[in-house]
């Protein structure tokens, strides 16, 4: 018997864990992965590795047309090249944090990561996570999931997943970049993060990891019954 492979579009504020948790349900369920946010990130590391002014939207819509920018899924997660080169690696720095909002704020920005995210999802049983998925890029998906955390027990998560690495800073700055980056995701023009009315909240504030996972399979696997 085959089993029936969704669409699942999940989207909440920053450092809610979307990306880890859809990245180890995606492979439970041998689903694909797009993390959406790393290719928000791609296009700012473009920009800053061209020394552009990332307040010129004009200048940076038309570094658009030269980048090339490409997704692997590959067992651990999304890879993102741009030009040919993996810049995976360099995609969670403080400086990319502190810019991605105002490159994700763009019309044409947006508009051409869309049409690439929504080409990508084509194949079915799909995981895409972001801000915009169950409202612009995939408003037909079978499971919506709006994931979020309070924004404490999303800066802790961000601050020990930093401990020990060049990313690493103070848990103070980390709820401070988490909170603007709130802010300016959610009142944004373009495509503002919003929970859908559709979409099934998920408050992991007081779950672990591991709990979160389960509850999502689970709601998984009621979707994928009710089809
Ligand atoms: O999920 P993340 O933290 O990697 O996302 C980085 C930024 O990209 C975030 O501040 C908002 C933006 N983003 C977006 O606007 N739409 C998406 N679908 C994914 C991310």
Not at 3 to 19: E, F, L, R, V
Not at 180 to 202: F, G, H, T, W, Y
Request: glycine fraction near 6%; hydrophobic fraction near 40%; include cysteine.
């Amino acid at each position: 018997m085959s089993i029936k492979k969704i669409a699942i579009a999940i989207d909440g504020p920053a450092g809610a864990g979307k990306s880890s948790i859809s990245k180890v349900v995606a492979n439970k369920l041998h689903y694909l992965y797009i993390d959406t946010g790393a290719m928000y990130r791609a296009v700012t590391w473009a920009v800053l590795h061209e020394h552009l002014d990332v307040h010129n939207q004009k200048a940076v819509e038309r570094l658009l047309k030269t980048l090339d920018l490409a997704m692997e899924a590959t067992e651990t997660g999304c890879k993102v090249y741009i030009r040919g080169e993996d810049v995976t690696e360099f995609l969670r720095q403080p400086k990319i944090n502190d810019n991605v909002s105002i490159i994700a704020s763009y019309k044409g920005v947006r508009q051409y990561l869309v049409e690439r995210q929504q080409a990508m999802a084509e194949v079915g049983g799909v995981i895409l996570d972001g801000r915009d998925i169950g409202s612009v890029v995939l408003p037909k998906a079978e499971l919506k999931i709006y994931l979020t955390a309070s924004v404490e027990a999303r800066a802790k998560r961000r601050w020990l997943e930093v401990q020990g690495t060049p990313n690493e800073l103070p848990l103070e700055a980390i709820q401070r970049s988490v909170t603007e980056r709130d802010e300016m995701d959610k009142n944004r023009k373009e495509s503002p993060l919003v929970q859908v009315a559709e979409a099934i909240l998920v408050d992991s504030s007081d779950m672990t990891f591991d709990e979160t996972v389960t509850h999502i399979l689970s709601l998984v696997e009621e979707r994928v019954n009710c089809e």
